[in-house]
């Protein structure tokens, strides 16, 4: 299975790659992690609408085909910890490649949202974009080590 983090925007402070980077090297080979960062589209004197679209075509355009595609939106289901750690343990056993989404900062295009197969929210709190690529691949490694019991995640 793939796990795949397909974010809006390609430029993230060093701090930022640094730790993404620490997380996603620490998954097994049978689940590898991996970022796919697409272009942001220009905000000149365009409409949200032309800018979301064209950052739909683009984030399409990176999910491999046959993925489950989990969209983050601030009106996605809350999920905790655990509750991460059952769906990834129901992806692995269905043999999904996955893709989580991170929109740009307009968020993503309201018909994609629709489209995807699940809607989720990492938090109540608005996180800058950066920071929320490392958030979700520590809570994937942590949701993974507590599907092997590893004691990486200690209650």
């Known amino acids: ?21 620490d997380y996603a090297k620490r998954f097994p080979p049978e689940l590898k992690l991996e970022l796919k960062a697409v272009k942001t589209e220009p905000r000149a004197s365009k409409t949200l609408d032309t800018l ?7 984030i399409e355009g990176a999910i491999s085909r046959g993925s489950r595609v989990v969209a983050l939106d601030e009106r996605g289901t809350a999920v905790t910890t655990m509750a991460l750690a059952e769906k990834l343990k129901g992806w692995q056993l269905a ?33 800058p974009h950066a920071m929320v690529r490392v958030l979700l691949a520590e809570q994937l490694y942590r949701a993974w080590s507590i599907t092997i019991n590893h004691p990486y995640h200690r209650e």
């Open 1 to 21: 299975m793939k796990l795949s983090i397909i974010a809006v925007g390609q430029k993230v402070p060093d701090w930022a790659q640094t730790a993404y980077d």
């Open 52 to 58: 979301l679209a064209a950052e739909r075509v683009r």
């Open 95 to 127: 043999g999904d490649d996955v893709a989580i989404v991170i929109g740009g900062p307009d968020g993503l295009e309201a018909g994609f949202k629709r489209a995807a197969h699940e809607r989720i929210r990492l938090s109540d709190l608005t996180l």
